[in-house]
């Protein structure tokens, strides 16, 4: 049943509206006094009113971010402080988490359940994680090679890169604000969060809550606005010393475009469109059941979907059938529906793209063995869709469609080296899953996938200490894991003669 019942907390939120954005640890408008609205997916409703960010506010941050990182409490606190500020804020998560679930699964779409069990403690995990390292952060000594011993004592440190501007998408709103954060707060960094312009809501509440743990001002600056002005105005400002993105290649190669000015340092993550091998020998149940779930979960708005699946051609029939099967039966609906599963996608400008895929494929030549359409007339639901009789050159096959769509294709299991091609012929290489009892094969395969992450008889699994990334065109640098804080590092090395 989808009643929409809401908690008070929920309602009081959503009624104070417009939202302002924090700077400088004020709630405030912006300048231009300009608003944007938020929609609920499912209904296509107005949720709130947001203060949109423009490039005279985003200086305002900048400003701030600048003066807590160089001359505030924050410059002059210890680790254990800032790690405990992070651990306070993961309580309040905490003690909050239905509230963001819903603001997630309202403002997303996604279902309420999936934002509870997934999303929001997985968010609070990454920040107690990395308040973990907030006091490890060390630099080393270094023997020289050159000089006799003693003749020069050398060492590195280890400081923060300074003010982070950090822009990130609608998929996982909660999640990727909490990726972003927690290892720029763990290092010492000062931020201003972009979140997307269709999905600003819990990163306003977790602002809230940013403040309550007692953050110092100008810390954590949060500012809803669209890619441009307002990212646009973060990926070229002089002030910013460092972007981190998460989004679509496009859009990240035109931030690494805009960054050039004062060169700042990037961090990207962005598109995929990742293999999902199943062998013949793998357990099959599992691999149906996990094979719909990597493609369809989060309606197929997953960087690292398994939109591409390839099945040993002895089982194709019979598997592509069984995840027809597996993907009708998946229960499409709001996200405070109980019995859903996948929710609505984003906006009706997404669910034009993900039909407009669909139509491209039908006219390359491509077969809809399920799905392949809107469903309902409110709310912007799409059916989970599986697409046979694809080839390498198809539109479906190469580009993210960042819906519920995926392409299965045959493989020959005696020719292991045409199976890598395929599965390495696109431009991107943020995950891959391999199905198969033979661990010899699967190790191999890993070896030879040019992929971030590669998963072996699961797929999505993911911990705040397992390093995630692309290859190629999915980016630069990694998230998540102790590599992600050298993001937000530089090293200083200090050589004094003895
Ligand atoms: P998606 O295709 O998933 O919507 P985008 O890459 O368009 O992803 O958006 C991800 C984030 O990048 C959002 O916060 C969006 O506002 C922002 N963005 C979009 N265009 C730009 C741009 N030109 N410069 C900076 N940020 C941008």
Same mark, same amino acid.
């Given at each position: 049943?989808?009643?929409?019942?809401?908690?008070?907390?929920?309602?009081?939120?959503?009624?104070?509206?417009?939202?302002?954005?924090?700077?400088?640890?004020?709630?405030?408008?912006?300048?231009?006094?300009?608003?944007?609205?938020?929609?609920?997916?499912? *209904?296509?409703?107005?949720?709130?009113?947001?203060? @949109?960010?423009?490039?005279?506010?985003?200086?305002?941050?900048?400003?701030?971010? !600048?003066?807590?990182?160089?001359?505030?409490?924050?410059?002059?606190?210890?680790?254990?402080?800032?790690?405990?500020?992070?651990?306070?804020?993961?309580?309040?998560?905490?003690? %909050?988490?239905?509230?963001?679930?819903?603001?997630?699964?309202?403002?997303?779409?996604?279902?309420? %359940?999936?934002?509870?069990?997934?999303?929001?403690?997985?968010?609070? @995990?990454?920040?107690?994680?990395?308040?973990?390292?907030?006091?490890?952060?060390?630099?080393?000594?270094?023997?020289?090679?050159?000089?006799?011993?003693?003749?020069?004592?050398?060492?590195?440190?280890?400081?923060?890169?300074?003010?982070?501007?950090?822009?990130?998408?609608?998929?996982?709103?909660?999640?990727?604000?909490?990726?972003?954060?927690?290892?720029?707060?763990?290092?010492?960094?000062?931020?201003?969060?972009?979140?997307?312009?269709?999905?600003?809501?819990?990163?306003? !509440?977790?602002?809230? /809550?940013?403040?309550?743990?007692?953050?110092?001002?100008?810390?954590?600056?949060?500012?809803? +606005?669209?890619?441009?002005?307002?990212?646009?105005?973060?990926?070229?400002?002089?002030?910013?010393?460092?972007?981190?993105?998460?989004?679509?290649?496009?859009?990240?190669?035109?931030?690494? !475009?805009?960054?050039?000015?004062?060169?700042?340092?990037?961090?990207?993550?962005?598109?995929?469109?990742?293999?999902?091998?199943?062998?013949?020998?793998?357990?099959?149940?599992?691999?149906?059941?996990?094979?719909?779930?990597?493609?369809?979960?989060?309606? +197929?708005?997953?960087?690292?979907?398994?939109? !591409?699946?390839?099945?040993?051609?002895?089982?194709?029939?019979?598997?592509?059938?069984?995840? *027809?099967?597996?993907?009708?039966?998946?229960?499409?609906?709001?996200?405070?529906?109980?019995?859903?599963?996948?929710?609505?996608?984003?906006?009706? @400008?997404?669910?034009?793209?993900?039909?407009?895929?669909?139509?491209?494929?039908?006219?390359?030549?491509?077969?809809?063995?399920?799905?392949?359409?809107?469903?309902?007339?409110?709310?912007?639901?799409?059916?989970?869709?599986?697409? *046979?009789?694809?080839?390498?050159?198809?539109?479906?096959?190469?580009?993210?469609?960042?819906?519920?769509?995926?392409?299965?294709?045959?493989?020959?299991?005696?020719?292991?080296?045409?199976?890598?091609?395929?599965?390495?012929?696109?431009?991107?290489?943020?995950?891959?899953?391999?199905?198969?009892?033979?661990?010899?094969?699967?190790?191999?395969?890993?070896?030879?996938?040019?992929?971030?992450?590669?998963?072996?008889?699961?797929?999505?699994?993911?911990?705040?200490?397992?390093?995630?990334? +692309?290859?190629?065109?999915?980016?630069? +640098?990694? @998230?998540?894991?102790?590599?992600?804080?050298?993001?937000? /590092?530089?090293?200083?090395?200090?050589?004094?003669?003895?």
């Amino acid at each position: 049943m989808d009643n929409r019942t809401v908690l008070p907390e929920v309602e009081t939120f959503l009624k104070d509206s417009p939202k302002k954005m924090l700077i400088d640890g004020k709630w405030v408008e912006s300048l231009s006094g300009n608003t944007f609205p938020t929609y609920d997916p499912a *209904t296509e409703k107005i949720l709130a009113l947001v203060y @949109e960010a423009r490039k005279e506010d985003v200086d305002r941050a900048v400003n701030a971010a !600048r003066q807590a990182f160089e001359h505030g409490t924050w410059a002059r606190i210890s680790p254990s402080d800032r790690s405990k500020l992070m651990m306070r804020l993961a309580d309040l998560m905490e003690t %909050h988490a239905e509230e963001l679930a819903q603001i997630e699964s309202l403002d997303n779409g996604k279902p309420l %359940h999936a934002a509870k069990s997934s999303d929001v403690p997985a968010s609070i @995990e990454l920040f107690r994680y990395m308040a973990g390292w907030a006091t490890k952060i060390e630099g080393n000594t270094i023997p020289f090679s050159l000089a006799s011993p003693n003749r020069y004592l050398a060492y590195t440190l280890k400081e923060p890169i300074g003010v982070v501007g950090q822009i990130i998408p609608w998929n996982y709103p909660l999640l990727m604000a909490s990726w972003k954060l927690a290892p720029a707060l763990a290092t010492g960094c000062t931020v201003i969060l972009k979140p997307a312009e269709q999905t600003p809501l819990t990163a306003l !509440r977790l602002g809230e /809550l940013i403040v309550e743990a007692g953050f110092p001002e100008g810390v954590v600056n949060i500012l809803p +606005g669209f890619g441009e002005p307002a990212g646009a105005a973060i990926a070229n400002h002089c002030g910013i010393d460092k972007v981190a993105f998460t989004g679509s290649t496009e859009v990240g190669k035109s931030i690494v !475009r805009a960054a050039v000015g004062n060169l700042k340092k990037l961090t990207l993550e962005l598109g995929g469109k990742s293999p999902n091998i199943i062998f013949a020998d793998a357990d099959l149940d599992k691999a149906i059941g996990e094979a719909a779930n990597a493609a369809f979960i989060n309606s +197929g708005q997953n960087c690292c979907a398994g939109s !591409r699946l390839f099945i040993e051609k002895k089982i194709y029939e019979e598997l592509t059938k069984a995840i *027809t099967q597996q993907a009708k039966e998946l229960r499409v609906g709001s996200g405070f529906d109980t019995n859903s599963q996948i929710g609505p996608l984003i906006s009706a @400008e997404q669910l034009q793209r993900v039909s407009s895929y669909v139509q491209s494929g039908i006219r390359q030549g491509a077969e809809v063995g399920c799905g392949g359409v809107r469903i309902g007339e409110k709310g912007y639901f799409f059916a989970p869709t599986l697409l *046979t009789n694809v080839h390498a050159q198809m539109k479906v096959y190469q580009e993210e469609i960042f819906g519920p769509v995926v392409c299965a294709l045959p493989f020959d299991a005696e020719k292991e080296e045409d199976l890598i091609k395929m599965a390495n012929e696109t431009i991107y290489g943020l995950a891959a899953g391999i199905w198969t009892r033979d661990i010899s094969k699967a190790h191999r395969l890993a070896a030879k996938i040019k992929a971030g992450t590669v998963w072996i008889n699961c797929y999505n699994v993911d911990d705040p200490a397992l390093p995630f990334g +692309g290859y190629k065109q999915s980016g630069w +640098g990694r @998230e998540m894991g102790h590599e992600v804080l050298e993001n937000y /590092l530089q090293t200083k090395s200090v050589c004094v003669q003895l």
